[in-house]
């Protein structure tokens, strides 16, 4: 059986595993991502751990995901606000040249879907959007097993799509944004605005609320629920996916609002875009698993 | 040098061609669709305009454009507003089976993307995509050569995409869609509003007015320039395509919006996204020449 190298690199830790094409993590290794040693320390400890996997010279190639936009044409980082010094790095080319095999390298949103495309949720189906709805929302729409990135590597930057222009101005992002009202983030901004810092954390904490029937909690998350169906409307008429896969952390609180969002999406498309499924993530590790199916999913055609 | 056959099928009139590699109509033939002597009468009538052109056994293949969501996998029209009786129909492989050749189908603005991206505005470019603007608002996505149709075939029904949820309810369409606020149509209807139907045929006249400064005509004009500048913004956060192509004959206005609306469109996304192009539409006859265009596309693949 064929095996991969998957690296997941993140601001705070590293990790690499040899992988197979049924998506096994064979063997893990983790370190912490040390950025403030610099981008050669960083490279060099990479390269230390792909290189104490067992047979990783019989790997078809290394996959790597990273938290930014990424220029795949030119196998670079466009912007690391997680990485500083790796913006415009050719990354890619220094382990092509070190390894002598394939790599390839996408922005760890589009990794991680095309982990579930491949392998989880999105499985057996030609085109799979895929919403991470997190600290912030992201997306990335991968057609028959290939990721469509973008000409600058902004494809599925999804979280700075306007569901209501008739919204405050609180970020960097444009007002509106379905980022700044129905991300994590937003939930429990909103959620501490209603009820106090001290009685809300996180985004887990509004859901309670609502589970408890507090008629303004309740409110809060019909309200994000149906931002985030607009936005699910709106990427259906412009690709009209086989299906949706949703991640990220706020899926812990779907019993509050999938039914809900599902319901409400149906009200915002064509008739005939109804039977869009809506499926959750199953990778326990998309990151690390879809970085290493970039390799399978490219090497072939490249 | 290879040909293929394309064929345009619309409501009111059918055009076949015979089309070369560089999009050249090489022969075209031209009858109305008669729809309403029923979907045999109409298919016998293509069969019939198909077998008269010089030397059709000889083409790749055919690709039809029609006007409406196609379920390409099945290769039927999914919805036959201007062709009652072609909703369902299994048109492609009734003239596979006759033509014993290669038939494509997709919708209308589809091929004409197509077409635009092989061989007009977006050669040479890796995904392109194409909006018109006319009586209403369509788009569509190709990448590396291919349209991206949707897994029901609604990909591109851009017209429904919510650019501003506090409008009035006045169409089949979403609340605050594109295509109820800055169409042709929805250009033509607020101008009427403001100036009189005697006044306002059609949007052309609209921006007549605005070119002599009439200070409400040039404010509507900014308005429905900014709702589809923030069109083009969530477009290019979901599939962040090299090039825009604009087609349709709204464009006949452009020098009173498209400057605007780039400069618009550069406020709303994020800032390594601004150097996406926006090119006009370059052919004459997109629709056929784009048909033909399907069969190179997917013939080789299929």
């Not at 049924?22 to 290794?29: C, E, N, P, S, T």
């Not at 303004?216 to 994000?224: F, G, P, R, Y």
């Amino acid at each position: 059986m064929k095996t991969f190298i998957g690296v997941d690199l993140g601001g705070t830790n590293v990790r690499a595993a040899k992988v197979d094409e049924q998506g096994q993590l064979l063997q893990v290794v983790k370190e912490a991502t040390e950025i403030d040693q610099g981008v050669d320390h960083v490279i060099q400890k990479i390269i230390s751990m792909i290189e104490s996997i067992d047979g990783y010279q019989e790997c078809e190639g290394i996959g790597m995901g990273v938290p930014g936009p990424v220029d795949t044409k030119n196998g670079k980082m466009m912007l690391a606000s997680f990485l500083p010094g790796f913006e415009g790095y050719p990354l890619v080319k220094h382990f092509r040249d070190h390894f002598q095999m394939p790599v390839y390298m996408d922005n760890d949103v589009n990794v991680a879907c095309m982990g579930e495309a491949m392998l989880g949720a999105g499985k057996n189906h030609d085109s799979v959007y895929y919403v991470t709805l997190s600290t912030g929302v992201g997306g990335a729409l991968v057609i028959d097993k290939r990721v469509v990135s973008g000409a600058h590597g902004f494809a599925g930057e999804i979280g700075n799509v306007i569901i209501d222009r008739n919204r405050e101005d609180i970020s960097h992002l444009n007002v509106g944004a379905v980022e700044n009202e129905a991300s994590g983030t937003a939930i429990t901004r909103k959620g501490k605005e209603l009820f106090g810092g001290n009685r809300i954390n996180h985004a887990g904490d509004v859901f309670d609320l609502a589970r408890e029937k507090n008629p303004q909690a309740i409110s809060l998350c019909e309200a994000a629920t149906y931002d985030l169906a607009q936005l699910f409307s709106i990427i259906a008429h412009i690709c009209d996916p086989e299906v949706f896969v949703l991640g990220g952390g706020l899926m812990k609180g779907k019993d509050v609002f999938l039914d809900q969002l599902i319901e409400q999406f149906k009200t915002l498309v064509h008739e005939g875009m109804r039977a869009v499924e809506f499926k959750e993530a199953q990778l326990e590790e998309p990151g690390i698993v879809g970085a290493a199916m970039l390799v399978m999913a490219y090497a072939g055609g490249n």
